[in-house]
């Protein structure tokens, strides 16, 4: 029993809390990992016990039902999206890097390790934004490159 207890907090679920067995995937994990402990799952509200094939059965069910109705309502904001993009309302999110900025800063003579610094920013995306610009000075230069320099 203690065991089953640990189970139950670690996911987040107590004896007595009210919350409707089934709504999600974590709760069939949690009903599987309750019977891989040796005990059962017993839902009075809802009349669920995983001690019986039925049971197990309808609890299965709400499992696919909370899964469908999680797929419908994702599907349904896909094309909410898709809705407004074709309207011009979204837009997206706004650009986060500043491109000219970094593309200034290298032409001043800064390198990418400065630049990342200067702006806050990861050298990586220095690099990448300096790629998609096409300065030279994207080119990473690797251990082999500067003892040959």
């Known amino acids: 029993m203690p065991e089953c207890s640990s189970i139950c907090r670690s996911a987040g679920a107590h004896p007595g809390k009210r919350e409707n067995p089934g709504r999600s995937a974590q709760h069939l994990e949690l009903a599987h990992e309750i019977e891989q402990a040796g005990a059962h799952l017993k839902v009075i509200e809802q009349s669920v016990d995983t001690s019986t094939a039925a049971g197990r059965a309808f609890y299965g069910m709400l499992a696919v039902f909370a899964a ?23 837009k997206g999110g706004k650009a986060r890097l500043d491109r000219q900025r970094v593309t ?45 320099a």
């Open 68 to 90: 469908f109705e999680t797929d419908v309502r994702r599907e349904r904001q896909l094309e909410g999206i898709a809705m407004a993009k074709r309207q011009g309302v979204y």
């Open 104 to 148: 200034e800063l290298s032409s001043q003579g800064l390198g990418p390790a400065a630049i990342a610094r200067e702006l806050g920013m990861a050298r990586s995306s220095v690099y990448r934004l300096l790629e998609q610009a096409g300065s030279r000075r994207a080119t990473r230069i690797g251990p082999e490159q500067r003892r040959a």
